[in-house]
């Protein structure tokens, strides 16, 4: 039973800290948006804290309940999750928005835009699974 109660509650919490991010500051909970905001905006302040409570939040769930991060569950290549990293920085920067902002923040305001590109990145998402899994077999 656990493993459906934690991922919910951690999409509740997801859900509630964007509401309070918007209602609060009036920002979106993109991530990429937020990263590159925190090197290069003005209002860094609450940038650096909320990237800060990611991973400090990451590290509490760990230490408390054991669970693995999801890092520890691939066998990846590293110079591949380093690849996927940097396509996926370069999508978020093409396609102005990231999945968090578009998937999470947009389509809970009902945003047409963030409809059209959530569909497109999990589309694109499913289809470059399928290939890469189709070419390289299971190493991925």
Same mark, same amino acid.
């Given at each position: 039973?656990?493993?459906?109660?934690?991922?919910?509650? /951690?999409?509740?919490?997801?859900?509630?800290?964007?509401?309070?991010?918007? *209602?609060?500051?009036?920002? &979106?909970?993109?991530?990429?948006?937020?990263?590159?905001? *925190?090197?290069? *905006?003005?209002?860094?302040?609450?940038?650096?804290?909320?990237?800060?409570?990611?991973?400090?939040?990451?590290?509490?769930?760990?230490? %408390?309940?054991?669970?693995?991060?999801?890092?520890?569950? %691939?066998?990846?290549?590293?110079?591949?999750?380093?690849? *996927?990293?940097?396509?996926? /920085?370069?999508?978020?920067?093409? /396609?102005?928005?990231?999945?968090?902002?578009?998937?999470?923040?947009?389509? /809970?305001?009902?945003?047409?835009?963030?409809?059209?590109? %959530?569909?497109?990145?999990?589309?694109?998402? &499913?289809?470059?699974?399928?290939?890469?899994?189709?070419?390289?077999?299971?190493?991925?």
């Amino acid at each position: 039973m656990e493993q459906f109660i934690l991922p919910t509650l /951690g999409g509740l919490l997801i859900g509630i800290a964007s509401v309070l991010l918007l *209602a609060t500051l009036g920002r &979106v909970a993109g991530i990429s948006g937020i990263v590159w905001g *925190a090197i290069a *905006a003005p209002d860094r302040h609450w940038r650096w804290l909320f990237l800060i409570g990611l991973v400090a939040g990451t590290a509490l769930m760990h230490i %408390t309940t054991g669970i693995a991060i999801p890092a520890e569950h %691939t066998d990846a290549p590293l110079l591949l999750i380093t690849l *996927a990293g940097v396509l996926v /920085g370069l999508g978020t920067r093409i /396609g102005n928005g990231c999945t968090s902002g578009h998937g999470i923040c947009g389509l /809970g305001r009902l945003s047409v835009r963030s409809l059209v590109a %959530t569909s497109v990145f999990m589309a694109t998402g &499913v289809i470059t699974v399928a290939v890469v899994r189709h070419l390289f077999g299971s190493i991925v």
